[in-house]
């Protein structure tokens, strides 16, 4: 059965990769989305194991919640804790052999892994990149990433590369993303409004943690619970909001005379979520190459919408410097965006941001590249022809063919391995 299940993920991770290569590559760097995005998938990346990442303040946690999650406390795998700012690097926890760190630049020249595409962001990060493999059964099937603790009134340039992207390249692999929040520090500044507006789009990928909730009596900590949904209402724009877990995550048993019993059931819900999203992997990597084939596909028709725009504006005796300046400064005026979405299946939701195409022309004068219609062979088809396929047959079928729908339990542990019901080892007695 393990085999079973093994030969179907590598098939299908097989067959992803090459509707990713064949359907969607050539019209990302026909057009280069990934100058657009930074956001270049490799191979790696498709076969990557799940990503559950950590953000929140700092000391609110996270480190220790990872020991507690993988068992580490008190042993030589134990990452460190404290109660002043103690994480200053992205730390990814993965499974190896023996206990073993690597070196962000190391990690960063192996083609192997999924943080190859790391590089961009340059040295001064690599430094602060930093690998740990440890020989624990849950890393065999997942990867965690702690991450610096937001300090507000803390400059991005004092960090000495950019946080904030850095950030958005966890965020937008990030199969699950807890959010880890102090009960007693509940300030929302602008480096965690910062956040948020990053989080955009991956609502159902968000969970909110409400740690060390056995600090706080009852009525406080009820208070707490309104003041945080208060203070982020603003920030999640959704109808419906993440689930928030309220426990405290770490092996010392629970101050007395608090809410032992639901700490206990919100660490083993928590705990379910976690296994669930193993259990999904291989359709959360479809949707996840899907929804990138989505954005590549407005990406392309924006930028032909602009060139076919510049072309019809162009005179034999027109600038053609100072045509396409005013179009890319104000595109509104010739209906690029709604001429995009009036003619073709985009969402307004799903348009990017058009401030980004005026530093992305900047780079990539107008005159270098073609219309779509003119991205087509006799052998290999249309660009624009082949990612449509994809995102609407090709993927679809796929997720189709591992058997979505049916009972977890029955199709999808079978297919990861996830075995029984999750179980905390280390729950507190």
Not at 27 to 49: A, F, V, W
Not at 168 to 187: E, N, S, Y
Not at 259 to 285: A, G, P, T, Y
Request: with cysteine; charged share 25%.
């Amino acid at each position: 059965m393990f085999l079973l299940a093994s030969s179907l993920i590598a098939g299908t991770l097989q067959r992803l990769r090459k509707i990713y290569h064949t359907s969607i590559k050539p019209l990302e760097q026909s057009y280069k989305y990934n100058e657009l995005r930074q956001h270049e998938i490799t191979d790696g990346e498709i076969t990557s194991k799940p990503m559950v990442l950590f953000l929140g303040p700092w000391s609110v946690g996270k480190s220790t919640m990872i020991n507690y999650l993988l068992g580490l406390d008190n042993t030589p795998y134990q990452l460190y804790t404290g109660a002043e700012p103690t994480t200053s690097e992205f730390t990814v926890i993965m499974h190896g052999p023996k206990l073993k760190t690597i070196e962000g630049i190391v990690m960063a020249a192996d083609s192997t892994r999924s943080f190859s595409p790391l590089e961009k962001f340059g040295q001064n990060f690599l430094e602060k990149l930093i690998g740990i493999e440890v020989p624990h059964k849950l890393l065999e099937r997942v990867t965690f990433v702690d991450t610096p603790g937001i300090i507000e009134n803390r400059k991005q340039q004092e960090r000495g590369y950019p946080f904030n992207d850095v950030c958005q390249w966890f965020i937008d692999r990030a199969d699950l993303i807890f959010v880890v929040f102090d009960p007693t520090k509940l300030d929302v500044g602008l480096e965690l409004e910062m956040l948020f507006r990053q989080l955009k789009g991956r609502e159902s990928q968000i969970r909110i943690i409400l740690n060390k909730a056995d600090s706080l009596a009852t009525q406080e900590l009820m208070r707490v619970y309104g003041a945080l949904f208060w203070s982020l209402a603003p920030l999640i724009n959704v109808t419906e909001p993440p689930r928030v877990y309220v426990s405290s995550f770490w092996p010392l048993d629970y101050e007395p005379d608090t809410h032992r019993e639901l700490f206990l059931k919100e660490e083993i819900s928590l705990l379910e979520d976690l296994n669930q999203v193993i259990e999904n992997r291989l359709e959360n990597k479809i949707a996840f190459i899907r929804q990138h084939a989505i954005r590549v596909r407005i990406h392309a028709l924006l930028v032909d919408r602009y060139l076919q725009t510049y072309k019809d504006k162009m005179t034999f005796f027109s600038d053609g410097e100072l045509v396409f300046k005013d179009i890319v400064e104000d595109p509104d005026k010739f209906y690029i965006f709604k001429t995009i979405l009036a003619k073709t299946n985009v969402s307004k939701f799903d348009l990017p941001n058009r401030e980004a195409y005026k530093d992305f022309f900047g780079i990539n004068p107008i005159n270098s590249f073609k219309l779509l219609a003119q991205q087509c062979s006799y052998m290999g088809g249309c660009f624009l022809e082949k990612i449509e396929r994809a995102i609407t047959h090709e993927l679809p079928e796929l997720l189709g063919s591992i058997g979505l729908g049916k009972k977890p339990s029955v199709l999808s542990c079978d297919t990861t391995g996830c075995g029984e019901t999750p179980k905390n080892r280390y729950k507190k007695h």
